[in-house]
């Protein structure tokens, strides 16, 4: 099912928690609702799932207006970010107490419930309470009995953050799994840019209650739209340089020489930041563009984490082992096309050339 | 090492030294007059009345007895008066401490999700608590007295006969059982919030969710998850209605108009005391009364095993 938002908003007293976004999430696709704490992220997934009412703006589920329709009536399956497992029911009786509620008969409930539990891998615990099960565990019963209404929506609140980290890698893939597998439209929430990253196909990036990008999750890596984006997507963070645009070159703050960056539409003399992926800054002992200092390396497995003094800002770059300079000693550096992007300093909106 | 000395705790115990003398009387200065008094006021006179309850023609003034047996338990449980008392006590106990425990429920919760006056709501529930309830009573007796009580005035209003309350036995039996729910509802309430507070507001947000109405979400989440409080309320509550005596004594200064209101306490306190005291008797009803509300103490323990989730 697809979801539209349309000109959303929603106030708490005097404060914007979400500022007139607007959205398409495509049918059957995985979506991250991504930001730092307090930028909306989980008020956005409390209104689609009609628990908080909207302040302004509609949220469409097709061609169907659910602005104001309840929960149940939304057809969402919801996750809680610490389950919310029903304490005194067993793990059947969780599942299948959605469908108890629906008054569905006893033997078509079970049926269901375990097709779902099936589905989730939990099904040999039935039987068991959730305290005798394990944060993942009860992380797979709550996505069951969210499934098991077969609703239109399924909405993950932070659905990982109970885990410790192997079991979260883990469960993130179970997550893409299993929404492969029922072919649902989920939206999940989180902070955390890698999980974003590894597992959804689009990626609502949001900022103090304003959408910063809606994109596929390649692009907002290879295309931010501005320098938050950048900024907050990839590991490690993309090297940022403030200088003044100058011909083709940026005036790096504290750096001597001018750094060819390539012509951009941008008048001589404004202040920009200059950003590079890591991975795009080409540093060679002999052929290269600007010649700059190693200030320290760091081996990290096959390659070597080279920093470079740019004056104020610096550079972090990745060599191969063999090609690794030595530290205080002088290098060239050169950037590749892809992976390198120019924004205002004072607005972050982005510059093309 | 003497470092480690002046740090370690005055009390914790080391085997190669000598558990300090002064140490021990600071623990007997501290505990010893509530040990004292529960030696003397609870576990002396319950040997006492457990080693009278088997001897036969005691009298607590000389001191005599004619020897040991079961005499005292045999007389008693065929005493139609101690059997009418018990059936009294019990009839009580089913009536109470259910509908006290139903209402309390719905009031609890409804307390709870009060929206506006919470605060105030809930002080006045718990008003009857720190009030006597001996004064209670005598509210009651004015509240269903035969001219000018409340009630009669309104019965009279509407045009039926007025109802003599606190003079008839079947009346006063009911007006017994409305002051007992009365007098326990408070307590249980309080308790009961508590137990509603530390429900988990997102279990319910999540049977919202799932479609479940609010009656839903009262059979199928509340009561489940208030049932170890639910059961620690019934069996005090139990507990403390067999022991039902004060209520029937500060209403009617005597076992009901009719003598129809005799409790097993009321047993007991007429063999002490009265003309002709039987201490024995009363020593045996209080062992029998005792093993009854030891049965409810471990039936409370084990469902509260069952409900801890």
Known sequence: MEVRIEDLVKRFGDVVAVNHVNATFESGKLIALLGPSGCGKSTMLNMLSGILPVSEGRIYF???DVTSLSPDKREVGLVFQNYALYPHMTVLQNICFPLKIKRIPKKERIERAKEYARMVHIDDYLDRLPKELSGGQQ??????????KEPKLLLLDEPLSNLDAKLRVEMREEIRRIQRESGVTTVFVTHDQEEATSISDYIMLMKLGVMQQFAATRNLYNDPANLFVADFIGNPTINQLHGIYEEGSIRADGFAKAIPIGNYKIEDGTRIVFASRPESVLVSKKSGETEMEVEETYISGKDTLCVLNAGDGFLRAYVDNEDAPEEKTAVRVSFRKKGVFVFSEESGERYYE | MNNEKKHRHPIRYDPDEKFEISILWKILLFLGPFMAGILLFTIYPFINAFLMSFKENYSILRDTFSGWGLGNYRKVLNDPIFVSGLKTTVKYVVIVVPISLALSIVIAVLLNNAKRFKAILQTAYFMPLVTSTAAISLVFRFIFANEGGLVNKIITTLGQSQINFLGTNKWSEIVLY??????????????????L??????YYTAARADGAKTFDIFTNITVPLLSPTIALVAIVNSISAFKIFDYVFQ??????????LYTIIYYIYEKFGGTKPQYGYAAAASIVLFFIIAVFTLLQRVLQRKTDY
């Open chain 2, 251 to 260: 209403l009617y200064n005597k076992p009901g108009p009719g003598y129809n």
């Open chain 1, 62 to 64: 097709d061609d169907q």
């Open chain 1, 139 to 148: 992380q797979r019963v709550a996505i069951a009995r969210a499934l098991v």
């Open chain 2, 197 to 202: 507070q530390n429900i988990d507001p997102q």
């Open chain 2, 178 to 195: 409305i002051f007992g729910i009365w007098n326990i509802l408070p307590f249980t309430i309080i308790l009961l919030l508590a137990g």
